[in-house]
């Protein structure tokens, strides 16, 4: 078990440019989780996906937020245009829906962006 | 809806000093509970989890006890150490909804 990873860990980049960040969740996991999280507050749900079905993407932040989990394992999230207000740390956490414990998410380092 | 509220911090204390964080939440139905912790750092880690009401969920001498009744899940430790100083959060599961609250701030000095 090695864990969620996140990629990068860092990225900055210029206001109007696109950017892609990629989570690997643990192996074994079915459910990848994508939430925002800026300075001093918790983390802010944004969309999940069960293998490679995207279940919920109502609280994508808007038409400039995309997520793909097309072979079921790892995903990438994309903004584009970005915007100084999208700075924040982006978040991946999966979980799995078998034995039981779908409600138990683990959480990768997070990427965080800054757009100048 | 579904939202947790947690004590604003930042709390500081000293080494040995017993800790309680307070967090309420509101939620339809039979939510699972947590308290995640985030060191400087790092990511986020699970502490401990409940899933049904009076579970008590424990984990590196901290607990917390899911309360229906008052709809909390407070965090304590009897005795912190410098180590404990970080971040923590309570957050709930309902329905496919993951929330949280938006943290406490834990310094302890020696």
């Known amino acids: 078990d090695t864990g969620v990873s996140q990629n990068p860990r860092h990225k900055i980049t210029k206001r109007g440019q696109n950017v892609t960040f990629r989570c690997d969740p643990i192996?074994?996991?079915?459910?990848l989780y994508w939430y925002r999280q800026t300075l001093g507050q918790g983390p802010e749900f944004l969309t999940y996906?069960?293998?490679?079905?995207?279940?919920?993407k109502s609280r994508l932040l808007s038409d400039r937020f995309s997520a793909e989990r097309p072979k079921g394992s790892f995903s990438t999230l994309e903004i584009q245009r970005t915007e100084q207000g999208d700075s924040a740390m982006y978040l991946c956490a999966s979980s799995s829906t078998s034995g039981g414990a779908t409600d138990t998410q683990y959480f990768g380092p997070g990427t965080r962006l800054t757009v100048l | 809806g579904n939202s947790v509220t947690q004590m604003e911090g930042p709390v500081t204390l000293s080494e040995e000093a017993f800790l309680t964080i307070n967090c309420t939440y509101t939620a339809t139905g039979y939510p699972s509970l947590f308290w995640y912790v985030q060191y400087p750092g790092e990511g986020l880690q699970l502490l401990l989890k409940?899933?049904?009401?009076?579970d008590k969920g424990s984990n590196k001498g901290f607990e917390a006890t899911y309360r229906k009744e008052t709809t909390s899940f407070h965090l304590e430790k009897g005795s912190v150490q410098v180590s404990d100083s970080a971040v923590y959060f309570c957050?709930?599961?309902?329905?496919?909804?993951?929330?949280f609250g938006a943290g406490t701030r834990l310094t302890v000095k020696p």
């Open positions: 409940a899933t049904k009401a009076d």
């Open positions: 957050a709930l599961y309902n329905n496919n909804d993951m929330r």
């Open positions: 192996s074994e996991h079915n459910r």
């Open positions: 996906f069960q293998n490679e079905a995207q279940l919920e």
